[in-house]
């Protein structure tokens, strides 16, 4: 396990993320499943989640409060995610040192079980637990659906059980308890897929079925302030995470925070902090902000600084490619790592030797590294199509011209993911 595995050392902490076995199955590999599982297939993770299990059982026996708006209104998640990025991650290593990590866990094992003690069912899963932004809007993209069979056979339904409160009481069959109604589900955002509604509906009227990949976009998605925000965290994270894969475009991106950082005299482990508030932050906004003038002048000779929000929904599917990528390229090279993991769980004494040279990495492994590379080339692409023709759709709903600074934002954006593929083949 990560328990008590720790070290201050910065580069036995490079090789200690991959030798410790907690960690690497983690970060290695659960986590990106769960991205590739939700750009794919949806919010499946949250059929099998754990925490899900944990908050039922507690909620029983809790207060039932009604969540304050700060929750309800989704801020409660961006800013979970947003810590978790800059300090949990940049400024505290918990993706590095297993004992950060574990602590990482309790935490949030902690806040679930807080949460379901305090506010009314699933409060945790619908409006606290730090990847539930991330999973709904990837699941956008997804190839599959939980819907109703037929609607009219809902609108005839006098009982409704899937969303009866007097039946919440019950372990199996009980409704909804996001408190969504089947017959009306018209994107994959929201729903845990948690099947209460298929076994509480008497008319068998519920089930998962195989759709067009990016069809929710082909309606007009909520965007709240809240999402705007996790979008524009996301927008620069993804970025960070591909980009960094290479090290000569990860030293021309870290420039000008590790500038910032010379300047200011930011100590360590403060400096991560800085560098990430730049580049999830700052820098995403920046840009946005830039794009909605140029956009917004050339449709309507007025600036409107928040025009480009409508227009988020449309890089999702690039930013769901991107993350698909990084997830190939983070597994990959951990695999290599799995059978001394496995001889060496803790990972202390395999980190130190690779970091004296008494271990090699296999040439299999490089050649599936590249492998990994040229397969994320055509993801990426897809990804930036879907997205020109989303950000299309979008300025043909508002009524508006064609989006040229968003385009020009998006394939920009894909072309520098693209170089950093290219350059890790060519390196």
Known sequence: GGWGVTTSDAKLMLHLRNTNLANVVVWSFWFPAMIAAAVVLGRVWCMVCPMELLSNVLNRVGFKLRPPSFLRTGWGITALYAAVLVIGVHTFSIHRVPHHMALYMLVLLGLTALASLVFEKRAFCSY???????????????VLEWRVKAKEVCQGCREKPCIAVKRDHLWHGRPCTSRLYPGKLTHNRDCLLCTQCYKACDKDNVTFRFRRPFADFLQPLPVTPAIAAFVLILFGFVFYEVVT?????????????????????MPT?????????VLFCAAPLALFLLAAAVQSLASSGRLRPMHFVPYLMG???????????????????????IPSALADPKGIDTAKAILAGSASTPAWQANLSTAASVVSMPVVLVGLGASLVILGRIARHRGERWPAAYWALTVAYALCLLAVLVGKVAS
């Open 245 to 265: 894969e290479w090290k000569t475009s990860k030293k021309l991106l870290l420039a000008l925070p590790d500038a910032l950082n010379r300047l200011s005299g």
């Open 315 to 337: 890089f999702i599917p690039l930013l769901g490619a991107g993350h698909l990528a990084k997830s190939f390229l983070k597994a990959t090279p951990r695999l290599q790592h």
């Open 269 to 277: 482990p403060w400096d991560g902090t800085l560098t990430a508030v």
């Open 128 to 142: 606290v637990c730090p990847v539930g932004h991330l999973l709904g809007l990837y699941a956008h993209n997804a």
